[in-house]
């Protein structure tokens, strides 16, 4: 019988072995998509003040109003797509962070197995050592008897 439950404690470790695993790929691909949301706000912030150093080339040697319209404009826009940007950065954080404690959930988890394996196995071993001795002291009462 307790080899039984340690046996099905190992499966249901394993099991639970499997779901970290899953767990940790989970977490990766979040963790992946928070560093290329980044990066993309990087390249907006980037392409941002490349062209407002433009600008203030083109404009220090004086533009028409429609032209600076037509910047306000596209700035406006790009300030609206870093902000977005900062927006999705802010979700996968979050996408992250709930994976994360998924995670630990998960490895908890697997450690109480890892716990119920050890005390099982240890449990399944006094027993052992008791019936071992159980057969001794037979043994040894059994060749007492014998030789009188």
């Known amino acids: 019988m307790a080899k039984q439950?340690?046996?099905?404690?190992?499966?249901?470790?394993?099991?639970a072995a499997d779901e970290v695993e899953t767990a940790m790929q989970v977490l990766a691909h979040a963790m992946k998509q928070l560093e290329q949301a980044q990066q993309q706000?990087?390249?907006?912030?980037?392409?941002?003040?490349e062209?407002?150093?433009?600008?203030?080339?083109?404009?220090?040697?004086?533009?028409?109003?429609?032209l600076y319209r037509n910047f306000q404009g596209f700035f406006s826009q790009l300030e609206l797509a870093v902000r977005s940007q900062n927006g999705q950065i802010e979700q996968c954080q979050a996408n992250v962070e709930h994976k994360r404690q998924l995670l630990q959930e998960k490895q908890r988890k697997q450690k109480s197995y890892e716990v119920l394996i050890t005390r099982a196995e240890i449990l399944q071993a006094k027993a052992e050592s008791k019936r071992d001795q159980k057969m001794m002291d037979e043994f040894a009462s059994r060749a007492k008897r014998t030789r009188l």
């Open 5 to 15: 439950s340690t046996q099905t404690l190992t499966l249901l470790n394993q099991l």
């Open 41 to 49: 706000r990087n390249m907006l912030e980037q392409y941002q003040q």
């Open 51 to 66: 062209y407002q150093q433009q600008w203030q080339q083109v404009a220090q040697k004086g533009v028409k109003a429609d």
